[in-house]
C-alpha cells in the first residue's frame, strides 16, 4: 500500500488530500467528499477508504475548505453548506487526477457524506465521462437540487434505518435521478452509523457498488 500527502490546487485554494493506492496496477480512484464540518481525517470515511483499498482501488481523501475556511465554518457553519463551492473544488480534483501521472484517465468515484454526497452529485453531472459511479453516506442529495436529473453515473444512497428524516430526504431526491439508483438502508442505524457493524455494511455495500462499476468502467 503507498500513501501520501498531496496538495491539490482548487478554486483559489491548495487543498490536503491523502492518496492512497494498493500495489499493483491502479483500476481506480474513489474521491472522498467530506461535509457538515468534517475533513479527510474523518473516522467513518477513513474506515471505509481502507476497505475500498483493501479491495484494490485508489482512494484520495480531501479536505474541502482551507484551513481559514474550516475556522471560519467551525464559527458560522457557512461553508459546508456551499454546494456550489464544494462541488467546484471536487471538479478541480477530478481534473487534477486526471492530469497526474499515475492516475490520468483512470475511472472515477465519488463517496459523498452529509452535505458532501450533494456536492458529489453536482460535480458528476459536471464531470459525465469521468466519474462512473456515486456513493452517498448518510448524506442529503436533496441539496443537489435542479442537478439531480443530469447525473449520468449510477448512485447508491445508504442510509441509516434509525435516520428517518434523512432517509425521507434520500428517497425523494432519489426519484429524481434519471439513472440507476439504489437506496440500501441499514436497518436500525442512526446517522453516523455507530451501531455495532453498521459502518461495515457501509464499506462492503460502496466497495460491492464501486467495484462492479469502476472496475468494469475501466
Known amino acids: 500500500m503507498i500513501s ?14 491523502d492518496l492512497t493506492a494498493p500495489g499493483g496496477e491502479l483500476p481506480a480512484v474513489v474521491l472522498f467528499a467530506h461535509g457538515s464540518g468534517s475533513s479527510r481525517h474523518s473516522p467513518r470515511n477513513r474506515a471505509v477508504a481502507r476497505k475500498l483499498g483493501e479491495a ?14 474550516e475556522r471560519d465554518d467551525a464559527r458560522t457553519a457557512r461553508h459546508r453548506f456551499d454546494i456550489g463551492l464544494l462541488a467546484g473544488r471536487l471538479v478541480d480534483a477530478i481534473d487534477w487526477l486526471d492530469g497526474r501521472h499515475g492516475t490520468e484517465g483512470l475511472p472515477v468515484g465519488l463517496f459523498g457524506a452529509s452535505t458532501g ?18 456513493v452517498s453516506r448518510g448524506g442529503r442529495p ?5 442537478v ?21 430526504l434520500n428517497e425523494e431526491a432519489a426519484e429524481r435521478l ?19 457493524g453498521a459502518l461495515e455494511e457501509v464499506a462492503a455495500a460502496a466497495g460491492d457498488w464501486f467495484r462492479e462499476r469502476l472496475v468494469r468502467g475501466r
Open 117 to 134: 454526497a450533494a456536492a458529489a452529485l453536482v460535480a458528476a453531472a459536471r464531470r459525465p465521462r469521468r466519474v462512473y459511479a456515486v
Open 148 to 168: 439531480l436529473p443530469r447525473v449520468r453515473a449510477p448512485v447508491l444512497l445508504i442510509v441509516g434505518g434509525a435516520d428517518e428524516t434523512v432517509l425521507d
Open 4 to 17: 501520501e500527502t498531496v496538495t491539490v490546487p482548487a478554486h483559489g485554494a491548495a487543498l490536503a488530500g
Open 178 to 196: 434519471s439513472v440507476p439508483y439504489r437506496v440500501h438502508v441499514v436497518p436500525g442505524a442512526t446517522h453516523l452509523f455507530p451501531e455495532p
Open 142 to 146: 436533496d441539496l443537489a437540487g435542479d
Open 56 to 69: 484494490g482501488l485508489g482512494t484520495l481523501l480531501l479536505d474541502l475548505l482551507s484551513e481559514a475556511e
